[in-house]
């Protein structure tokens, strides 16, 4: 059956979509905003023919866009030839895509690279590997290094080893109790780290920058204090580069300078193709996890680090960190300059902005209707992702919106909160 015919039934208003939606799957993203069909470069397309600039980029995923063709071909090449294998396997692929990833991360002899399929994913594994780092063992045999610190505002998954992880009440509090032994500290206070750090803990996880927590930024000076206070302890030092790996912050790691015992990746790393990464730096951290602890189906698979391998030729073919850091550079000054923008925060293309009042939720809709696609984290912060490939000239056209969309937001509040 050719391709044309299979897809033919794929057809619909987005009112038939939602409806159809609704019916059939589960709510727990609640209603979606559009019905998506189609996109190329950072453009997107509705069922009902509407155009939109994608300024999210699938949440930081999209690193290349929408259908680039190098990404395609690749993809499309690999899938002709082998697409499945499990891990009983290896490919080319997999082996040339972690040797490339420890040599981009600056890895030391003996570093290695585990590959799962998202980011909850990576970190579950990371999760495992601060179980291992036991320590010392007691007389009567107890394992002594029971405890892993996390950071106020911390978002690492929703599995349940990565929700012990994240600090959000609202997504713990259903689910206990979690794994146990997960404390968080306050984010950023060096002082409250070190006083939490000592032989009775296994691993610090951190985020170079909280995404969810409306693009945080660790203070300067915060990752190198917890390289030094987890190396005392001789506790493992893990990073969350999820979000912002693989150039998203201008650089192809934002905790390059520091290095960690482990570091987990995913989003941009496939270019919107689900992947996964687990490095461990050293011999030390890589023997952790032995033959049978951990394991995935579907993670290395061919296809996904075939996808991988070509997004990060892309990148680093076509000059795109630089393009990032000054296209993001470009785009926090504009928005710093729009009346009702309260504050900017951010590195490269992951971008967070406080409004002067509570209506970015109501912002997100508005700037939908002009043909923008943003995310809100809370209700004053409004988060930009979008693809690599943003041009100026992009960027520009949501900025110049962006007074128009600000004043239907609080319009919209000013209505609601009359009815």
Request: with cysteine; net charge negative; glycine share 12%.
């Amino acid at each position: 059956m050719e391709a044309e015919t299979a897809l033919a039934e794929l057809t619909g208003s987005s009112s038939d979509w939602l409806r159809r939606y609704g019916s059939s799957l589960m709510g727990v993203f609640g209603t979606p905003q559009r019905v998506l069909v189609r996109g190329s470069g950072c453009t997107v397309w509705d069922a009902d023919g509407r155009e939109y600039l994608d300024l999210l980029g699938g949440i930081a995923v999209n690193a290349l866009g929408h259908a680039h063709p190098f990404l395609t071909s690749v993809i499309s090449s690999q899938l002709a030839t082998l697409g499945h294998v499990s891990n009983f396997f290896t490919s080319p692929t997999q082996v040339a895509l972690a040797e490339k990833l420890l040599q981009l991360a600056g890895a030391p002899e003996g570093s290695k690279v585990f590959f799962a399929n998202s980011g909850t994913e990576a970190n579950e594994a990371a999760f495992k590997l601060a179980r291992r780092n036991t320590g010392s063992v007691s007389p009567e045999g107890a394992v002594q290094r029971t405890r892993i610190i996390a950071l106020d505002g911390a978002f690492h998954g929703r599995t349940l080893g990565a929700l012990a992880l994240t600090a959000k009440k609202a997504y713990r509090q259903p689910f206990e109790p979690l794994p146990g032994g997960v404390e968080h500290v306050p984010f950023g206070d060096v002082e409250a780290l070190r006083a939490a750090v000592d032989d009775t803990v296994a691993a610090v996880f951190v985020e170079p920058i909280q995404g969810e927590a409306g693009v945080r930024p660790l203070p300067v000076g915060y990752l190198q204090a917890a390289r030094d206070i987890t190396a005392a302890a001789g506790a493992l030092l893990i990073v969350d580069e999820v979000q912002t790996g693989i150039g998203r912050t201008g650089a192809w790691f934002a905790s390059e300078g520091v290095l960690p015992d482990a570091m987990t990746l995913a989003k941009g790393l496939g270019g919107g193709f689900p992947v996964g990464a687990l490095i461990t730096f050293g011999d030390t951290a890589s023997s952790l996890l032995s033959a049978g602890q951990h394991g995935t189906t579907f993670g290395g698979n061919p296809v996904a680090t075939a996808a991988s391998l070509a997004t990060l030729h892309v990148i680093e073919s076509t000059g795109l960190l630089e393009q990032v850091r000054d296209t993001g550079a470009h785009l926090r000054a504009a928005l710093a300059a729009v009346p009702g923008v309260a504050e900017v925060r951010g590195e490269g293309l992951l971008i967070g902005f406080d409004l002067a009042e509570d209506s970015a939720p109501a912002a997100v809709s508005a700037a939908l209707d002009a043909g923008f696609i943003i995310n809100s984290t809370g209700p004053r912060t409004l988060r930009l992702a979008p693809p690599l490939i943003l041009t100026r000239a992009q960027a520009d056209s949501f900025v110049n919106a962006l007074p128009g969309i600000l004043a239907t937001a609080r319009s919209a509040g000013t209505t609601e909160g009359k009815s």
